[in-house]
């Protein structure tokens, strides 16, 4: 609407001058994008595609982005560090300005992003995709510093927290316990800590069969919780423990000298790999910029994903609150197309489009074993609210079905080159 507005009055202004009507280039419509990830890229490239006519820029402070989806392969031995890593090149060709620094604040009335640089961009419309920053010291003693001895891996970054984890199972002597703390939810990727588990069982059978595994987990439940507990029974045996948080797996304080995790009623564990996932919440930029409210995530119109608070800028992937979505690469790439068609639809006057949203978590238990659960959501009326699809959806069925097994991790494969063709390319 604004760019339709701002267009129109320059029209007008060029009218009344008796001047030639402003030129496409004098008026083009402007949609900044914050964060080239999941959510960002995509909706970058599908701006793109969809909108020829309106200028694209996307801000990302890394020069190439390493996905957390297949992160957990990495660890597993089953992918390499190159396998997940990906370039701009492909949206610069498409005609996306990809300007390499970080957005350090934004202006929702003059409608415009400060960027680390220096400079400040004007948008029309703001995409933002930023994902998640992680709660220093919601666990005690759990810090930046910390995180150098006790590896979060749960922001892929420059890759350096997924390489420091790597090494150091790959390192640790045959008998040793790796620990995990997993948080309460919401958090990025619900069954991304399990399918860790799963995949760092899977290297350690082989490397390591005297290890063992302790997941000291904050909930009683957890996403694919039957289909896990099956595999992990059926590959790994007694290796992995997983304590639930009311039989005293909630880890509240660590010390990272001694790699120690202590939980809510005092018991210490040792570890020689300590993987903490500390609770998250929307990135730093949305906090600052007033987007979230006290639960730490930016509440949005479901059916345009802009933040309630301010008009005019999307908020996508992790950020939000996703109501029951998850909050997973897929949604944040299903959500973009939506942001996307509503944005430019507002920049010509337009309702925005009817909304459903899709979501398939893969999971890799084992090399040829993959699980897998499937949601579809759609907004309310008023978009205060989304629902899912009761009828639809579900989760692979339990059992002992090895072609099944095999099938969903290639499946799972397939989705990968998939999303990030539709993310990159
Ligand atoms: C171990 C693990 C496994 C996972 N596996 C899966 C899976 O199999 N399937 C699935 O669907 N999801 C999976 N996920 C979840 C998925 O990674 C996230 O849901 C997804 O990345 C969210 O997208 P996003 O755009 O919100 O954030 P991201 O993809 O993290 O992108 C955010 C981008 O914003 C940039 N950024 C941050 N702040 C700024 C700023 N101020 N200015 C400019 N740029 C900024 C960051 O550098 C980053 O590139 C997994 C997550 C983890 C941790």
Request: glycine share 10%; aromatic share 8%; with cysteine.
């Amino acid at each position: 609407m604004v760019a339709h507005s701002r267009r129109s009055a320059l029209v007008a202004a060029a009218a009344l001058l008796g001047a030639p009507a402003v030129s496409r280039a004098q008026g083009q419509a402007r949609l900044v994008v914050v964060g080239g990830g999941f959510g960002g890229a995509s909706a970058a490239r599908f701006a793109r595609l969809s909108a020829p006519d309106v200028a694209v820029t996307l801000i990302e402070p890394q020069p190439r982005f390493i996905t957390c989806p297949y992160g957990n392969l990495v660890l597993g031995g089953l992918r390499d560090m190159a396998a997940i890593t990906h370039g701009y090149e492909g949206l610069a060709a498409r005609g996306v300005r990809i300007v390499q620094d970080r957005a350090v604040g934004i202006d929702p009335v003059a409608r415009s992003v400060r960027l680390g640089g220096g400079t400040t961009l004007g948008y029309d419309r703001l995409i933002l995709s930023p994902g998640v920053a992680l709660r220093w010291n919601a666990i005690a003693g759990y810090d930046e510093a910390a995180a150098e001895a006790m590896p979060h891996a749960w922001i892929a970054g420059d890759g350096a927290q997924i390489t420091l984890l790597r090494r150091q199972i790959a390192a640790m002597p045959d008998g040793g316990v790796v620990a995990l703390a997993i948080p309460p939810n919401p958090f990025r990727c619900p069954p991304g800590p399990y399918e860790r588990i799963s995949m760092i069982a899977q290297y350690l059978k082989r490397h390591k069969p005297r290890a063992k595994i302790l997941a000291l987990d904050a909930k009683e439940r957890f996403s694919k919780q039957a289909l896990f507990q099956d595999a992990w029974r059926a590959l790994y045996g007694g290796m992995i423990e997983w304590v639930p948080g009311n039989v005293d797996g909630r880890v509240v304080r660590v010390d990272a000298r001694t790699r120690m995790l202590e939980t809510e009623l005092g018991t210490r564990h040792r570890a020689d790999v300590a993987n903490v996932i500390p609770p998250q919440s929307a990135a730093a930029i949305a906090i600052e910029a007033g987007l979230t409210d006290r639960t730490g995530w930016v509440p949005v119109d479901y059916r345009t994903f802009e933040a309630r608070t301010a008009p005019g800028i999307h908020v996508i992937g992790d950020a939000n609150q996703p109501g029951p979505m998850p909050k997973s690469g897929f949604i944040a790439n299903s959500t973009a197309k939506q942001a996307v068609a509503s944005a430019l639809a507002a920049l010509r006057g337009a309702p925005p489009p009817e909304a459903v949203y899709f979501n398939t978590c893969y999971s890799h238990v084992g090399a040829e074993y993959g699980i897998s659960i499937v949601g579809i959501f759609r907004p309310n009326a008023d978009g205060t609210a989304v629902e899912e699809d009761r009828d639809a959806g579900g989760t692979s069925p339990r059992g002992d079905l090895p072609e099944q097994r095999r099938l969903e991790a290639r499946y799972a494969d397939a989705w990968y080159e998939s999303i990030t063709r539709d993310m990159f390319s």
